[in-house]
């Protein structure tokens, strides 16, 4: 077996981003950068914070639109902060946030627009009430880009957390929704705080790249995902900071019968040098809507700090769907409270009328070259009974301070693993599995743009 070297403990300090990106794209000129541009200051808005800029940013994206499929179109939004309600992007389209500019959302929740509820989940977290997204695309929208210099931030302080609690908000608000089968989206090189709920939320997308991004949300608060890829394909995570109240990259595909019925995977998704702090949650969570399948997730060369579990299967009865084919390799993990952690017990369902026969097939977990210290347990493997978690694989585990491991209805091998695990993992078998050939998603360089 190959030696590879595990990352070693790297705190990161925000912004994480570098220069700024954009892709090549078929249709854009000079290397992938614009053709048309239009400056926000052109459209008589105010950077101070306090002016509202909706109509602003709205007319800007829809006088860009004739335009954007004739060379791609740019809006620029220039140094100060632009405070706006929620708007609509467009394709073949670039939001350029230049150094030293931050979008803040409105906290006017008279501007939340709604939005219909995805056909995947059903209606229990969209309840009757507004939605919310600062940034949406439309239906079948094709080649986007958010991109910026180093220091641009969105701000979504607008819905405060005090406010997520006291008027019980539906748990449907996203800073980014990309929504109804988008392809070909980058967002890099922002920083995204404060968000009520989740931040990043690709829905139903294919070749999705999200590079150099940092997430920053307290700890203590709900709901707040750093990025969701959900029922897409194709998805890169590459370079990101995030600190989170909840899982900082959360892999979903539907809910129940919604998700069974609408059938569309999460699959062929790479996560690479990702630095996550979540002291509640994971630092990558497999559900627990997982019921259009989840599969060939990558995930490599990563740090977790003060992070409740690194890689956690989440699940339960009337899921149905499946969870295959997880690699997992190169994680460095500083104070944990479980590695390795598997749940069937899921128990929230979107209504009364999910089948309780449908079952979830986990099988295939693989991990590889993790380095973990100041552990609490090593492992907590809670399977389905009569539906056991099958074909995991552990290569090592950490000196934990407590209970060692946890294991039941599951079933799998482990390779030189140091204390003796579970029966149920005690098996020794090959070294565990990841993929060699390359999973190619977007551009193999994404050329640097001014404008």
């Known amino acids: 077996m190959e030696t590879r070297r595990i990352p070693r403990p790297v705190i990161l300090s925000p912004p994480f981003a570098a220069a700024a990106l954009l892709a090549a794209c078929t249709g854009a000129s000079r290397a992938g950068c614009r053709k048309h541009m239009a400056k926000i200051t052109e459209y008589g808005t105010v950077g101070d914070g306090k002016t509202l ?32 309600g ?20 409105s906290q006017d929740s008279m501007l939340l627009p709604w939005v219909p509820p995805c056909f995947s989940r059903g209606t229990a977290r969209t309840a009757p009430a507004p939605a919310y997204s600062l940034l949406k695309n439309g239906y079948g929208s094709i080649i986007q880009y958010i991109s910026e210099k180093k220091g641009a931030v969105i701000t979504n302080y607008s819905l405060s957390f005090s406010q997520y609690h006291l008027f019980s908000w539906p748990d449907n608000f996203d800073s980014v929704k990309l929504k109804e089968r988008s392809k070909l989206w980058i967002i890099s090189n922002v920083t995204f705080v404060d968000s009520p709920s989740w931040n990043l939320h690709p829905t ?16 203590h608060s709900p709901n707040t995902d750093g990025i969701d890829p959900d029922s897409s394909s194709h998805v890169k995570i590459e370079d990101c900071y995030i600190v989170s109240g909840d899982d900082c990259i959360a892999v979903k595909s539907g809910w129940d019968q919604y998700g069974i019925k609408f059938n569309m995977p999460s699959q062929h ?22 019921s259009g399948g989840i599969r060939d997730v990558r995930a490599e060369d990563s740090v977790a700090i003060n992070t409740e579990s690194a890689v956690r299967v989440k699940s339960g009865v009337g899921r149905g769907g499946f969870v295959k084919d997880i690699f997992v390799r190169g994680l ?6 479980w590695v390795f952690w598997m749940t069937g017990n899921y128990g929230q369902h979107p209504d009364n009328s999910s089948d309780p026969d449908a079952m979830p097939e986990v099988t295939g977990i693989n991990y590889s070259d993790v380095f973990s210290e100041n552990v609490t347990m090593a492992g907590r493997m809670e399977g389905i009974p009569n539906d056991p978690y099958t074909g995991i694989c552990i290569p090592n585990a950490p000196d934990a301070k ?4 946890n294991c039941t209805n599951v079933k799998g091998v482990t390779s030189a693993v140091t204390p003796k695990p579970c029966p149920e993992l005690g098996a020794e078998g090959k070294p565990c599995a990841f993929p060699e050939e390359e999973l190619i998603i977007g551009p193999h360089k994404l050329p640097q743009c001014t404008y």
């Open 204 to 219: 139903y997308c294919t070749n999705v790249t999200i590079s150099g991004v940092t997430i920053l949300a307290p700890v």
């Open 269 to 290: 998704i790479v996560i690479k040098r990702l630095t996550c702090i979540s002291p509640t949650s994971a630092m990558i969570a497999l559900g627990s809507e997982m």
């Open 332 to 337: 460095s993990l500083h104070t944990m409270k």
């Open 86 to 105: 929620p708007f609509n992007l467009t394709s073949h389209f670039t939001l350029y946030l230049d150094e030293g500019a931050e979008i803040l959302a």
């Open 402 to 405: 407590e209970l060692q491991w």
């Open 53 to 84: 800029n909706t109509t602003a940013f709205t007319k800007a994206v829809a006088d860009l639109l004739a335009r954007a499929r004739r060379g791609g179109a740019a809006l620029v939004v220039s140094p100060g902060k632009w405070l706006t």
